[in-house]
């Protein structure tokens, strides 16, 4: 699989944060696509197929975790990182019980994220 | 003790909030210099392309830094109320700084929350971190009770400070009783009771009004 063929979702509230890791992962060959709660993430990961997605955990409306727990239900084998600030290991962890790949802080080192995806997809 | 202990709890909410929001800022500041550098990195770009992406990450590089500035010049004068056991305060200033810096908060609820200023400059002589920690439980409790999409209004006027709210898809009547119920109201009550401040629920307003 190259990177080509690795369709990213982005769920992050903070839309520009959103829309640039997703121009900075198109310009590493990734196809992604962003959105900017849980809810619209969950329809998304209901109507399309994405390989893995990135998920931020503090939301406004649904929180990150919950977004999770439906996105596992629809897709049980999807792998999805985490992202969380720093002192927020706990829901981190809270995640990764609930079956998340892995979680990472922000800011992102975007090299950490990259390899983070090449191990969830096993490239 | 009760008492410190509620102000260390308030001053850790905010502090927790405002530095969540200040690693975002980072967060969209780094992820921009980096595409900057990307894009100059790869060199795929034609020349107007390039000056138009650069332009498109500058600009969002200094909202960025000016989001960043704005949280931490209120944090600062935030932290500065814990100077003095007494002072004269102005309270629509303070209210307008609590409610920037519990943005956060109240957006992960889906509650907007605004201030009316419909006096000038009204000032009162209190403890300014327990008038703070008063104003908060008031927004706090209603932010608990209210769905999202809900409103909260802070008007201070006449002596009083009302949290009105609105849009709340729930009967005045039931909002009142919610209110009281709530595990917060007896904790504004004996803050407010520290500040010579009072705390009442009606009806018409709908919500909770502080009378100073």
């Given at each position: 699989m190259n990177n080509k063929n690795i369709k990213i979702l982005l769920i992050d509230d903070e839309a520009e944060f959103v829309s640039t890791l997703a121009e900075r992962l198109e310009l590493r060959g990734y196809s992604s696509k962003t959105s900017e709660d849980g809810e619209a993430g969950i329809s998304m990961v209901e109507s399309e197929a994405f390989d893995i997605v990135i998920l931020?955990?503090?939301?406004?409306?649904?929180s990150g975790l919950e977004t999770l727990r439906q996105i596992k239900v629809i897709n049980s084998k999807i792998p999805v990182i985490l992202l969380t600030g720093h002192g927020s290991t706990k829901e981190g962890m809270e995640g990764m019980r609930l079956g998340a790949f892995d979680y990472l802080m922000k800011p992102l080192d975007i090299s950490e994220l990259i390899n983070k995806i090449s191990l969830a997809l096993n490239l | 003790m009760e008492n410190s202990k509620g102000k260390a709890a308030f001053f850790g909410e905010i502090t927790a909030s405002v530095t969540h929001e200040l690693q975002n800022v980072l967060a969209i500041i780094k992820e921009n210099s980096g595409l900057m550098e990307d894009i100059l990195l790869m060199g795929q770009s034609s020349e107007s392309e390039l000056g138009e992406r650069l332009h498109k990450s500058l600009g969002s590089i200094k909202k960025q830094v000016s989001r960043g500035v704005n949280l931490t010049s209120k944090l600062n004068g935030f932290s500065h109320?814990?100077?003095?056991?007494e002072a004269h305060i102005n309270i629509n200033e303070t209210l307008k700084r609590l409610i920037f810096l519990t943005g956060r908060i109240t957006k992960l609820k889906g509650v907007e929350i605004t201030i009316k200023e419909t006096e000038k400059q009204p000032s009162l002589l209190t403890d300014p971190v327990l008038f703070q920690v008063a104003a908060y439980l008031c927004i706090k409790s209603l932010v608990n009770i209210l769905k999202p999409g809900a409103k909260i209004s802070v008007i201070v006027a006449g002596g009083t400070i009302k949290f009105r709210c609105d849009?709340?898809?729930?009967?005045e009547n039931d909002l009142v009783e919610k209110i009281i119920s709530s595990p917060k109201w007896a904790e504004i009550n004996r803050t407010c009771r520290q500040v010579d401040l009072k705390a009442e629920v009606t009806t018409d307003v709908p919500g909770i009004i502080l009378t100073f």
């Open positions: 931020d955990l503090m939301m406004p409306g649904l | 109320t814990t100077d003095h056991v849009n709340t898809d729930t009967q």
